[in-house]
């Protein structure tokens, strides 16, 4: 039986996922195996605290851990 997802397990869950690699929405969720909606939420409120940056992918918001890119 799979534990329920705890907010501190989930948020630090998704850093790892982007440590080392740019994903999507839907890949979150599918990668953590929860619902598109809740990886959305989290995803957002991580970027609100300036944690992540997203851009768009045609359709797709794709996520990373903020300041990647910046050099």
Request: hydrophobic share 40%; aromatic share 6%.
């Amino acid at each position: 039986m799979q534990k329920t997802p705890t907010p501190d397990n989930l948020e630090k869950r998704i850093i790892d996922l982007l440590s080392n690699r740019l994903l999507s929405v839907s890949q979150i969720a599918k990668e953590l195996n929860i619902n598109r909606a809740v990886a959305a939420g989290y995803l957002e409120a991580l970027r609100s605290q300036g944690k992540l940056e997203f851009f768009r992918v045609g359709r797709s918001n794709v996520y990373m851990i903020a300041g990647r890119l910046k050099k």
